[in-house]
Antibody, heavy 122, light 113 residues
Framework: QVQLVQSGAEVKKPGASVKVSCKASGYIFTSYYLHWVRQAPGQGLEWMGTINPRSGSTTYAQSFQGRVTMTRDTSTSTVYMEQSSLRSDDTAVYYC???????????????WGQGTLVTVSP | DIVMTQSPDSLAVSLGERATINCKSSQTILYSSNKKNCLAWYQQKPGQPPKLLIHWASTRESGVPDRFSGSGSGTDFTLTITSLQAEDVAVYYCQQYFTTPRTFGQGTKLEIK
């Protein structure tokens, strides 16, 4: 079965960077887009960006451009989301989610990781 | 960016009654090749990731109870839960996947009256 398993919770100081991993299994890793979505405490869902695991190409939300980098390792079926210059308002649960086939840009998010809490505190 | 607006923000419904959540997109999200709308509905319970319920606006995901249904066209969409069960208490989100940035509605909190 499809599984997305994320790395554990992180506590960072303002200005630091964090790198969250998402290991995929149960399907062909290079066949589906992977997305990152974050959720601040008590708030809604915010899309951060996506990566094509086959080509490595990325698309980021405007609000994260320059501060987020998404990469992948096809040998371990893992995608990474690195965020730099962390601020207190980056405190959130970060989710990876599988999107549509790379052959078709459109696609709902049919499987989600369990989430990784990133806390930014002095 | 496409703005997704849900109504109401919160909703209290009696067990066994119908719950209706609305979602409006700021522009069309129709995929011309299959004439379907790129609209998904998710359910999120506390401490859990969102769960996909509906895609293409009206296609129920495998394993989702048939009391959940999606409808709509143009820029107006609806999630209906007939005969509300206690386990349906959650926050529900709509999302468009027509373009980037992928955008979500602000969420509708569903409670038992």
């Amino acid at each position: 079965q499809v599984q997305l398993v994320q790395s554990g919770a992180e506590v960072k100081k303002p200005g630091a960077s964090v790198k969250v991993s998402c290991k995929a299994s149960g399907y062909i890793f290079t066949s589906y887009y992977l997305h990152w979505v974050r959720q601040a405490p008590g708030q809604g869902l915010e899309w951060m960006g996506t990566i094509n695991p086959r080509s490595g190409s990325t698309t980021y939300a405007q609000s994260f451009q320059g501060r987020v980098t998404m990469t992948r390792d096809t040998s371990t079926s893992t995608v990474y989301m690195e965020q730099s210059s962390l601020r207190s308002d980056d405190t959130a649960v970060y989710y990876c989610a599988r999107g549509g086939s790379i052959l078709m840009w459109f696609g709902e998010f049919d499987h989600w990781g369990q989430g990784t809490l990133v806390t930014v505190s002095p | 960016d496409i703005v997704m607006t849900q109504s109401p923000d919160s909703l209290a419904v009696s067990l066994g009654e119908r719950a209706t959540i609305n979602c409006k997109s700021s522009q069309t999200i129709l995929y011309s090749s299959n004439k379907k709308n790129c609209l998904a509905w998710y359910q999120q319970k506390p401490g859990q990731p969102p769960k996909l319920l509906i895609h293409w606006a009206s296609t129920r995901e495998s394993g989702v109870p048939d009391r959940f249904s999606g409808s709509g066209s143009g820029t107006d969409f609806t999630l209906t839960i007939t005969s509300l069960q206690a386990e349906d208490v959650a926050v529900y989100y709509c999302q468009q996947y027509f373009t980037t940035p992928r955008t979500f509605g602000q969420g509708t909190k569903l409670e038992i009256k």
